[in-house]
């Protein structure tokens, strides 16, 4: 491997006598440069030259700095061919303070690329491609990678040096790098060589490694991936169908990402027989050495989920049912031990056929149980899984879909059922779902909409284009849900009461996923702001021609941010509470405490680009002050960008390709391209110039001269 490094220099070679070694590796660079300088003469040796420069490279004189690049450029011009790697490796590291502005694919890297067509068969061609990853050269990594294919013996078991090309050339066909012109063209070459190993394979009965096949499951993936995006709907459909590499054939491997991907692009093109027929074969999938039990590993919500949805649309939907209802009988009958996880999606499963069967299908003992079937098997679902944060998150959507008549059974008999005669766990987390659903029936989109329903039509007089229906009373009235909201608030505080004074309940609370405390704040709360006449766009915006709470009831609003205070001194922990006061203070304008209850939640450095903007956001403008002082709060946010963005290329992108993990590369690839336009890499940058100027002072360069800056969002 290159023993060049952006921040510790080469090794020089065994051959270098001690006092030139010595004078390097101490970093007394004017005594290196002289000494090489020495040997270059008598020796006639390029390699003590390029010594020479990168010494004085080091040295203050900024003739003596850009000597180097000099050099490069005369060598590029002239075609020279540098024989000795060893002293690209050197003009490499003396450069390395010029990379932000130097072209490296019109340069060092085709320099590289030159060598390495020298010498294709060296050892040394893969520094050579490393050099040029590191530095996201593909123009000049996508050639070094086709030499490198080309060079490998006929029977070698190494398949990487041809999938490393396929997939350079992939990524160079959707690169802004990629010449004028020639992008449909990379883009072709790299779809056609996968599709003749594709082919390659399909032909072939044996598992032959030597060939140039698809063998491996990346090497599969990436094979869907590139004609996903390259090829026609037609061929990616057919391709699906393949008893070799189809996702049928690779979840008989036991690989299921594969099945994923295919339902994800059937979906998408409402291919709903194939869908069908792939999640048939999959959920019917029998447990290795017993003929008798369902196989759990295609037993995903993703799966079921499109399973019923692809039922719901074929032409006949009574047979599809059919199917679907003998699946789900099986795997609710099987004696084998299984994980609560495969039992909630079996659970969601039925309730999602129940919700997409039309009623003229349901069989007449699902009819007969109940009057209102579907509202039965939510109410069986909550029965099941009422102890688990997520049961509010699953069934939300369905209770929204139900009509004025199953609300009213849903609220005033279903979920009283569940609830047990005295106050205990199971009817204290009942009766926090059921605040939790009547806000979120209070708030939903047919409550809000003035769209009056046939069966509850409105009274004489209303007019129909102003009137509102209240999905929880099941009345007609001038405004949304004022009424409403004002229950909830007495609800939720008496709930709270009764919760706090049962000294046994409370005991129990720490042996619950959840306190069911921060969810009756959370109602409690919301309503409270709701009722103040809070809305999205006072909390995502401030109108520059006045406050943002200018028509907000100051006495309610005060009263939420106490209340969820409060709360979140009992429960420090909850993430969502935090979030929510850290918005709320921010709008109050007190912007210390809100960073004061940033900090703690440590906010991990995978998901600072996506939640940075919820306190971040115009913050110089309503607390300058807060970037005074030697580390203003922007850092770790600047700190993360600088950290992930410090090279061109995305992070640890070599071990990928050494890894032989092509799919990890594609979307690291695109990861980064995302994070290099990202708007809050621009807002870490803005706000602290922002705030410097409130004070009357400025940051020294132009924006495009800041190291974040210049090479990363203009360039692109």
Not at 72 to 90: I, M, P
Not at 385 to 406: C, I, Q, T, W
Not at 528 to 551: Q, V
Request: glycine share 6%; hydrophobic share 40%; with cysteine.
């Amino acid at each position: 491997m290159s023993s060049y490094s952006r921040y510790f220099p080469p090794a020089l070679k065994s051959t270098v006598d001690l006092q030139l070694q010595s004078a390097f590796g101490e970093g007394n660079w004017a005594a290196a440069a002289r000494l090489a300088g020495k040997r270059a003469k008598s020796l006639q040796d390029p390699y003590y030259e390029a010594i020479r420069l990168c010494a004085e490279s080091q040295l203050d004189g900024l003739g003596e700095k850009c000597a180097v690049l000099v050099k490069v450029a005369d060598l590029v011009r002239q075609g020279t061919v540098v024989k000795d790697l060893d002293v690209l490796d050197l003009y490499e590291w003396a450069c390395r303070d010029f990379l932000d502005d130097l072209d490296y694919s019109a340069t060092l890297g085709l320099l590289r690329l030159r060598w390495a067509k020298q010498n294709p068969r060296s050892p040394g061609v893969m520094p050579c491609l490393q050099a040029c990853l590191q530095h996201w050269d593909l123009v000049n990594a996508q050639q070094i990678a086709v030499l490198l294919d080309k060079s490998a013996p006929p029977t070698s078991t190494d398949r990487r040096f041809m999938y490393w090309s396929i997939v350079l050339t992939y990524l160079l066909s959707i690169s802004p790098q990629c010449p004028d012109g020639k992008k449909d063209l990379y883009g072709l070459l790299a779809l056609k060589q996968l599709e003749r190993a594709a082919d390659l394979t399909e032909a072939s009965d044996k598992d032959d490694r030597t060939d140039r096949g698809l063998r491996t499951e990346e090497e599969i993936y990436l094979f869907y991936r590139v004609l996903a995006r390259l090829g026609t709907r037609s061929d990616f459909v057919k391709r699906l169908r393949s008893p070799r590499i189809g996702p049928l054939a690779q979840f008989e491997k036991g690989r299921k990402h594969l099945l994923w991907m295919a339902l994800d692009a059937l979906d998408a093109g409402r291919e709903w027989d194939d869908v069908y027929d792939l999640c048939l074969a999959a959920l019917g999938r029998k447990e290795d050495g017993n003929d008798e039990a369902p196989s759990f590993l295609a037993a995903d919500w993703r799966v079921w989920k499109s399973f019923i949805t692809a039922a719901s649309r074929r032409s006949d939907p009574q047979a599809a049912f059919a199917e679907v209802q003998k699946l789900l009988d099986a795997f609710i009958a099987t004696k084998a031990p299984v994980a609560q996880m495969y039992k909630k999606n079996i659970a969601l499963a039925v309730l999602e056929a129940t919700f997409r069967l039309p009623e003229s299908l349901l069989p007449d003992t699902f009819l007969s149980a109940s009057p209102m079937p579907r509202v039965a098997q939510i109410g069986l679902f909550l029965d099941q899984n009422f102890d688990r944060p997520s049961a509010f998150d699953d069934v939300k959507g369905y209770v929204s879909s139900l009509s004025v008549e199953e609300v009213q059974y849903f609220l005033g008999e279903m979920l009283p059922k569940l609830s047990e005669g005295q106050w205990t766990v199971k009817s204290s987390l009942i009766a926090v779902l059921d605040l939790k659903f009547r806000y979120f029936l209070t708030t939903c989109p047919q409550t809000l909409s003035p769209a009056p329903a046939p069966a509850v039509p409105p009274p004489d007089g209303a007019d129909r284009r102003s009137s509102f229906l209240c999905l929880v009373n099941a009345r007609w009235t001038p405004e949304p849900y004022s009424a409403c909201l004002l229950g909830l608030v007495q609800s939720a505080a008496a709930a709270t009461r009764k919760l706090s004074a049962d000294a046994e309940l409370m005991k129990s609370l720490p042996a619950l996923d959840k306190d069911p405390r921060i969810d009756l704040s959370l109602v409690w709360g919301l309503s409270l702001l709701k009722l103040a006449g809070l809305t999205g766009r006072h909390a995502s915006s401030s109108s520059p021609s006045g406050s943002p709470l200018e028509n907000v009831d100051p006495s309610l609003f005060l009263q939420a941010v106490l209340l969820l205070d409060t709360q979140l001194k009992k429960t420090p922990g909850d993430t969502s509470l935090r979030l929510l006061l850290v918005r709320l203070y921010l709008l109050l304008g007190c912007a210390s405490y809100a960073y004061r209850l940033w900090v703690p939640m440590d906010v991990k450095r995978t998901i600072q680009d996506a939640l940075s903007p919820l306190f971040f956001d115009r913050l110089s403008s309503l607390a300058p002050g807060l970037f005074q002082g030697g580390r203003p709060p922007t850092e770790p946010l600047r700190a993360y960008y600088q950290t992930t963005l410090q090279d061109r290329a995305p992070v640890r992108i070599w071990d990928a390709f050494a890894a032989g993990s092509y799919t990890s590369i594609l979307d690291m690839a695109d990861y980064d391209d995302r994070l290099r336009r990202s708007c809050t890499l621009v807002m870490s940058v803005v706000e602290e110039r922002r705030a410097a100027r409130a004070f009357g002072g400025r940051l020294d360069g132009n924006m495009e001269d800041l190291p974040l800056m210049g090479g990363y969002i203009l360039s692109s």
